[in-house]
């Protein structure tokens, strides 16, 4: 999914936990999460390639799909993990947030590129040593 359609629907969630829970804290973690997962794109980018990063040359390593698809961030994993944090803070806003901003940009990029579940698990990505060819069946783009 594309970074503004994130940005898009994260600000429509964030706006519906606010109306719901009057919490700035739980809008604003769920949006800047919802939105900033991709930023893993940067990093796969810097660590394979190093500097200079430029905006410009992650996207075209993106088109070309020239990169280890890494995307530590990218993880179903992450979901226990940040539940388990949320009910061990007592729904600790931030972290709450935190929670539904991963699990909703999980779903919605595993619904938008309609690839296996598990193509969205950091832990199976990493079996099959971060190639795009052995983990996207599709387009090989993700
Ligand atoms: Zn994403």
Avoid at 82 to 102: E, Q, R, S, Y
Avoid at 112 to 128: D, Q
């Amino acid at each position: 999914m594309k970074f503004h359609q994130h940005a898009v629907i994260s600000l429509g969630i964030s706006g519906l936990l606010y109306l719901i829970f009057k919490s700035w804290a739980l809008a604003g973690a769920s949006l800047i999460a919802g939105v900033f997962v991709d930023l893993d794109y940067g990093a796969d980018y810097l660590l394979q390639r190093g500097f200079p990063l430029r905006i410009k040359d992650i996207f075209q390593a993106y088109r070309e799909d020239s990169l280890l698809k890494v995307r530590f961030l990218h993880g179903w994993e992450w979901l226990p993990v940040w539940g388990m944090a949320a009910w061990l803070t007592d729904w600790n806003p931030w972290i709450t947030g935190t929670l539904i901003g991963f699990a909703q940009h999980l779903v919605l990029d595993k619904v938008n590129h309609g690839e296996n579940f598990l193509c969205y698990s950091f832990l199976w990505r990493w079996k099959k040593g971060f190639k795009s060819e052995d983990i996207f069946m599709k387009s090989g783009r993700r």
